[in-house]
């Protein structure tokens, strides 16, 4: 991790303890302008690792090269942030500072994560390096728009460590769903009683975020599709709020035929109040009564329409032993590729928890158990699975 100097360089210590979190081993730069900002004792401290300096770059000691050694080391390298002048001596090739020695020296992918003043960062000189820099690869995370420190207004801020960790995250997994489209639904939808009233689940819509982070980071191109969400979505995943079933419905529709897959992980309501009084409802009658009318079933509708080489998974809450029955007639009665069942009657799976047990069935005939864990990891294995059971279909040209 380098750290250049700008305002932003605090930052970079909540980064570090974030990595440290996901398990990384991390080794910190600081150049002589980060010096300014932050103390190498900062990083030293958390890291528990020495930090390098300019200092250890002009004088090394017992032998140990640091700018040739940090750069075998690192198997992904992030500078957050880097400043201007920073950007500048790397689109150079001036390997006058211990940062950009090593990262000329080193062959791992580089995420680099300007932040700086708005004028600066619209700035010819600012451009044309960003250009040439994502020209050879190098991976660049455009600064947030907001108040910068310096009262200006617009692009310029450091993005929050978590982005910065799943873009440094997204270097280095698989880049197996490359060029693949994925559309996902995720969460409840909401179908409205009155104008302060609805029906809806207890979906969180974690499992569709955990699906469509996961192809995110192995190269694909998401679009989510969610009803209301508790969980905050992360920038990098185009995104399509709804409410209704009827409006997830109309979406769906017109956003399939353009992908390759299709997930429906979405707990989409399956009746609708057949009325929607305006208004709030008068608390009057000791009792009442709503008549509920079918949604339309997106799924079976979408899939029954599928051309060849697109994918369709469907997702299935089911209770006790029923489950492996229960998720195999779907499977069929909706013409799906893959159906994800879990079951509703255990607490650590399924509605509104952070892990999952899931039982994959594919319509080839295998049929998987994907034992408790995160949701992140679940999903991970899904998409493992997938490729196994179904690339050949996915490598098939429409
Ligand atoms: O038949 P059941 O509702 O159990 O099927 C669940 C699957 O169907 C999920 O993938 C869900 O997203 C989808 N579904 C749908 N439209 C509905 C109801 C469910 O697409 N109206």
Not at 191 to 213: C, H, Q
Request: hydrophobic share 45%; glycine share 6%; aromatic share 8%.
């Amino acid at each position: 991790m380098g750290v250049t100097g700008g305002i932003a360089a605090y930052k970079a210590a909540a980064l570090l303890r974030l990595l440290q979190k996901v398990g990384a081993n991390v080794r910190v730069i600081l150049t002589e302008g980060a010096e300014a900002f932050i103390s190498p004792l900062t990083f030293e401290a958390l890291s528990q690792e020495k930090v390098f300096t300019q200092a250890d770059f002009l004088k090394p000691q017992g032998g140990f090269i640091p700018h040739t050694e940090l750069a075998r080391f690192a198997e992904a390298v992030v500078v957050a942030p880097a400043t201007a002048s920073f950007l500048a001596s790397l689109t150079s090739g001036d390997a006058q500072s211990i940062l950009v020695a090593t990262i000329m020296a080193t062959k791992a992918p580089v995420l680099l994560c300007p932040a700086m003043n708005v004028n600066m960062w619209e700035h010819p000189a600012v451009k044309e390096n960003i250009a040439k820099l994502r020209s050879w690869s190098y991976e660049v995370l455009a600064p947030c728009g907001g108040e910068l420190a310096c009262g200006d207004v617009g692009p310029g801020r450091l993005p929050e460590p978590e982005l910065i960790a799943d873009f440094l995250a997204r270097l280095l997994a698989p880049a197996d769903y490359q060029g693949k489209k994925v559309l996902i639904t995720a969460g409840p939808t909401r179908e409205p009683i009155d104008a302060v009233r609805f029906i809806s689940n207890r979906s969180s819509g974690k499992m569709g975020l955990a699906l469509a982070k996961a192809f995110w980071l192995r190269g694909a191109e998401v679009m989510l599709v969610h009803g209301p969400l508790s969980v905050k979505i992360p920038s990098y995943l185009s995104q399509r709020p709804v409410e209704t079933a009827q409006e997830m419905y109309q979406v769906v529709n017109e956003l399939f035929p353009g992908v390759d897959i299709l997930v429906m992980a979405a707990a989409v309501a399956d009746y609708t109040p057949v009325k929607t009084f305006s208004g709030k409802l008068k608390k009057k009658e000791k009792e009442l009564v709503f008549t509920l009318k079918k949604t339309p079933d997106i799924l079976a509708e979408v899939s029954a329409k599928k051309r060849p080489g697109q994918v369709v998974v469907g997702f299935a809450a089911e209770e006790g032993e029923k489950l492996p029955e229960e998720a195999r007639r779907k499977l069929k009665a909706k013409h799906l590729d893959l159906i994800v069942a879990n079951d509703i009657t255990r607490c650590e799976t399924g509605f509104e928890t952070e892990t999952n047990e899931v039982f994959l069935f594919f319509a080839n005939g295998k049929e998987l158990k994907l034992p408790l864990a995160p949701k992140e990891k679940i999903a991970w294995q899904i998409l493992d699975a997938l490729k196994e059971q179904l690339g050949e279909i996915l490598s098939a040209k429409a």
